[in-house]
């Protein structure tokens, strides 16, 4: 059974830095990816991470958020800098094993 637990949200300033973690469990070799959602906006996709490390940045977070992978401990990490108050978002850790599964995701707010 798959489950995603994300975690490491939280309120930070502009400019500021936050790490999210997602723990997967129920599967193992997949393409790891995060989307987040702001209010009364669709889903996107914010980074992803192939099973060996190939990766996609959304043109809005090239060269300040960096996606990564532990697949010995199945957890994959979005690290956010110079986050921007457009970055507030509800953030989810989504796979391509089953990607209609989503957790309950990570809140993110950047104040101005």
């Known amino acids: 059974q798959v489950q995603l637990v994300e975690s490491g949200g939280g309120l930070v300033q502009a400019g500021g830095s936050l790490t999210l973690s997602c723990a997967a469990s129920?599967?193992?070799?997949?393409?790891m990816a995060w989307y987040r959602q702001a209010p009364g906006k669709e889903r996107e996709l914010v980074a992803a991470?192939?099973?060996?490390?190939?990766?996609y940045y959304a043109d809005s977070v090239k060269g300040r958020f960096t996606i990564s992978r532990d697949n010995a401990k199945n957890t994959v990490v979005l690290q956010m800098n110079s986050l921007e108050p457009d970055d507030t978002a509800v953030y989810y850790c989504?796979?391509?094993?089953?990607?209609?599964?989503w957790g309950q995701g990570t809140q993110v707010t950047v104040s101005s």
């Open positions: 129920g599967f193992t070799s997949s393409t």
């Open positions: 991470i192939g099973r060996r490390g190939s990766t």
């Open positions: 989504n796979t391509d094993y089953d990607p209609g599964y």
